[in-house]
């Protein structure tokens, strides 16, 4: 059978890729095509063809299996932060604990049993950490996401892998960028201000950071005004990024108003975090991971736990 580019073709996903792709094989060749499930008969369309290879679109299912769900966000499989909405969560859990333990095998060489990776309790909402592109489209200011393998933004109002609070932080901004006049960053002629949002939230607390392609944040009396409409507690920070490359931020993170760091504890450990520190982004399963490290480390004191 001869593969040829955007043609259409109708054929069964027998497995999964890395990034949870839906994968063809027919006859020594394989088409990878994202939100598919495997068992299903698929309408696909070749999108980029290689000599063994091809990336695929699903046009139409054929034959939905019962792993398969309604995604609740409007905007998946256009924005590129999310790859498995589509999919039950208990069978996400078992697609990333086989990921796992074909990584074991194909990089470390090890053949052992991988025991079922840990659900969260929230299946969405989950997420302390917001982070989002800004630019422009059709001339106009857009907050959203990238597409996939793209620096296309797609505009967004809420995700719902985050807390309300993301839908609140992306109306502050997108009343700011209108009322203030400050532009959005254009990629292209590397004019614009405003380049990147990054929120972290702590315990009801948000540390707002404003990545912008400018020496300050222009305004900046305006923002703190609209963000104390809906955040009794937060701090805003400015973070210069004139550089050409995907870094988000570039530098330290500079205060504008607010408390620089804030108090934290876990598991009865007291630390501080601000605006560059790394915590792990699901809420509901960073003290089960925190948990589970202390008890295997307590069972001997040779014992190394890497989490």
């Known amino acids: 059978m001869t593969f040829e580019k955007n043609g259409e073709y109708s054929a069964y996903i027998s497995a999964l890729g890395a ?6 094989k027919l006859n020594g060749f394989t088409i990878f095509v994202p939100f ?31 792993e398969r769900v309604r995604p609740k966000c409007p905007v998946f499989t ?14 996400q859990l078992k697609f990333k604990t086989k990921t796992v333990s074909d ?9 052992v049993a991988v025991p079922l990776a840990v659900k969260s309790d929230l299946e969405y909402g989950y997420r302390n950490k917001l982070q989002l592109p800004v630019g422009r489209i059709n001339g106009e200011s857009a907050i959203g996401f990238y597409a996939a393998n793209s620096h296309r933004i797609v505009k967004i109002e809420d995700c719902p892998i985050h807390p309300s609070w993301a839908a609140d932080i992306i109306s502050a901004f997108n009343e700011f960028l209108q009322a203030s006049g400050v532009p959005a960053y254009d990629e292209e002629t590397g004019e614009g201000v405003l380049r990147h949002i990054v929120v972290r939230e702590l315990g009801g607390r948000f540390i707002v950071n404003a990545v912008i392609n400018a020496d300050d944040l222009p305004k900046s009396d305006m923002l703190i005004e609209i963000l104390r409409k809906n955040f009794k507690s937060f701090s805003l920070f400015y973070n210069v990024n004139k550089g050409e490359g995907n870094a988000v931020t570039d530098g330290r993170s500079r205060l504008v108003y607010g408390e620089s760091r804030y108090e934290m504890e876990e598991g009865g450990v007291k630390y501080e975090a601000g605006a560059d520190t790394f915590l792990q982004v699901n809420e509901a ?4 991971i925190y948990d589970k490290a202390v008890k295997l480390a307590a069972l001997d004191e040779n014992t190394v736990v890497i989490a």
Do not use: W
């Open 285 to 288: 399963i960073r003290q089960k």
């Open 36 to 66: 598919a499930l495997p068992g299903e008969k698929v309408k696909i369309k070749i999108l980029k063809l290689k000599k063994n290879y091809a990336f695929g679109k699903a046009l139409e299912i054929y034959t939905p299996v019962d």
């Open 78 to 91: 256009k924005c590129g932060g999310c790859q498995l909405q589509h999919m039950k969560y208990s069978y």
């Open 103 to 111: 990584c074991l095998k194909k990089i470390a060489f090890l053949d």
């Open 19 to 24: 990034n949870g792709e839906g994968i063809v």
